[in-house]
């Protein structure tokens, strides 16, 4: 099966400065990379996907890469906020596969 | 629609308890995940339904877990016998494609 690895593990970044969160996986049939946050309590919340047709998307402060050469796709968080403190997962999925194989997390803390 | 509900919210059980959760989904998404998530851990697929249908288990189902999801609406998740490895969120999340939303998980402590 997918096998997707993340990192850093954790992050620390000053107000204001960028985050980049790095992940790689191992099917190349793999063609869906969400990026979820996940706040202390809380469920997973979809913040940005790409298709494997696309090789960047940017929503506001959030951009993510994807280089499916190279099997890897990225998380770019610009002029972070202290509400950006939270646990980041990127997951991927093939198109005919049932289930998101997630990587094992980036712990994001913003300081004020 | 407010999203994925998920009761309860916490439970606490003893060793060789059974459990059920409960989840209702976006009503219009016809997909239903079960995730289980350890602490500094992703999600780890558990099973996933397509309208009534149970499509999907993974290994790591076993004998005492069963899922169902009848009339296509809410599902359940039942852990018989519980063992303090079991001890996890569970996550549920539906989707009517891609991208799924997740509901707020119920956190299981077997003691």
């Known amino acids: 099966g997918e096998n997707v690895e993340q990192h850093p593990s954790t992050l620390s970044v000053q107000e204001g400065d960028s985050a980049v969160i790095k992940c790689t996986y191992s099917?190349?049939?793999?063609?869906?990379f969400p990026w979820y946050k996940q706040e202390l309590g809380k469920g997973p919340q979809l913040i940005i996907d790409?298709?494997?047709?696309?090789g960047e998307k940017k929503d506001q402060r959030i951009a993510v890469t994807l280089n499916k050469t190279a099997k890897h796709f990225s998380l770019h968080i610009t002029e972070t906020q202290p509400e950006d403190s939270a646990v980041y997962f990127c997951?991927?999925?093939?198109?005919?596969?049932?289930?998101?194989?997630f990587g094992t997390g980036t712990s994001l803390t913003v300081i004020p | 629609d407010t999203g994925v509900s998920q009761d309860p919210r916490h439970k606490i059980t003893k060793r060789g308890q059974n459990v059920t959760f409960r989840c209702d989904p976006i009503?219009?998404?016809?997909?239903l995940y079960w995730y289980r998530q350890t602490l500094g851990q992703g999600p780890e697929f558990l099973t996933y339904?397509?309208?009534?249908?149970?499509?999907?288990k993974s290994r790591l189902l076993s004998d005492r877990f069963s899922a169902e999801r009848p009339k296509g609406s809410f599902s359940t998740l039942e852990i018989q016998r519980t063992e303090q490895g079991d001890s996890a969120m569970y996550l549920c999340?539906?989707?009517?494609?891609?991208?799924?939303?997740f509901g707020s998980g119920t956190r299981l402590t077997v003691v």
């Open positions: 339904f397509q309208n009534e249908a149970q499509l999907e």
């Open positions: 999340a539906s989707s009517p494609n891609y991208g799924y939303t």
């Open positions: 997951a991927a999925i093939t198109n005919t596969g049932n289930q998101f194989y």
């Open positions: 099917d190349s049939a793999s063609n869906y």
């Open positions: 009503s219009e998404h016809n997909r």
């Open positions: 790409i298709r494997s047709n696309v």
